[in-house]
């Protein structure tokens, strides 16, 4: 199905922002920055995103898109490719920044990127229980099912990101998220 | 020892500025509503906390030095004393709530909190470490150390943080906290 010209230059404007942000992290990609690079003036670009929050959610939603896709064969995600997008964060620290900064921005009272988050972690916490099913079956160390270690994955890789963020020096992102799957396989089998 | 009549201002505005995030919330805590509070003008406030962000600091800085000299004992602290933190702070959304969305400000390029959040980060692990050690030894499940178990624990108390902040319904932050306790006290012995 031929795109029509306007979903081009939105899918333009994406792109863009993405490459303002890996190189100004989430203070530089301003709408003024992302309409330069796509030779619009910020009027212009105010038609497809109103507001930086709206690109930026478009510009996860987009990530999210790209990730999967690469992430997921006909049986959905596994794993030890779950391990390889961790890696491959570690080596894109402005769109790590742009997610951490707009998470924790969506906590607060009437944000605008508070659905989009929301949304977002009950359908990541679900892949991870498909995930963990997939990989370990129905019991986990500790008892637990997948879907009760599935916030738990969740929330580890959302929180070691900001410890990375803030001390890259100081914390392994990748390392520590194996030692994570780790703890989740549990004892070898003898 | 005595103090001050300005230490005890200080003090005061910590203790507004506090009643007032538990009430309204980051965006509530305004500069202008804790003056209001404490009885100052914004501009005497503005003498005491040069911006919002000096202020929140400073609560957040008090709230963990009345956790931790609730939580720990001569020994430092026990993990089942952090189990209960995670419990208290289900139930002060509104701290919580400050926490995160400053945390993840702090990520962003030359923010004022960076430094306070990186330098906590290093001391909360280290002290992660300490009561890791206490309750499991030098070896934990997946032959990890204390101390690389220690960026975990902390990852997953501020990682639930985020999903319980944005769905409560979905998400139970204490018993999702005592799953990953399971999972780090690894199979009963026998």
Redesign the interface.
């Known amino acids: 199905m031929a795109r029509t010209r306007s979903e081009e230059r939105r899918a333009e404007i994406l792109r863009a922002a993405l490459e303002v942000i890996a190189e100004r ?4 990609a301003t709408l003024g920055s992302v309409a330069e690079r796509v030779g619009l003036t910020q009027q212009g670009l105010l038609h497809y995103f109103p507001t930086k929050e709206a690109l930026l959610v478009a510009v996860l939603e987009e990530r999210d898109r790209w990730d999967t896709s690469g992430g997921r064969d006909r049986e959905g995600w596994r794993l030890d490719l779950l391990d390889s997008l961790v890696e491959y964060n570690a080596m894109r620290p402005g769109i790590v ?1 742009t997610f ?11 944000h605008p990127a ?1 659905e989009f ?2 949304e977002r ?2 359908h990541v ?1 679900a892949s991870m229980a498909d995930v963990l099913r997939l990989e370990f079956g129905e019991r ?5 099912t997948p879907e ?2 599935a ?2 994955l ?7 990101q ?2 990375w ?3 890259p020096a ?2 392994d992102m990748p390392s ?1 998220f194996r ?2 799957l ?6 070898a089998e003898h």
């Open positions: 992290g989430y203070r530089g920044q951490s900064a707009l998470l924790g921005e969506s906590v607060t009272d009437g508070r988050f929301t972690y009950a916490r986990l160390p500790g008892g637990l009760r270690a916030p738990l969740t929330a580890v890789m959302d929180g070691l900001y410890q963020l803030l001390d100081a914390v520590a030692d994570f780790r703890l989740l396989a549990g004892p």
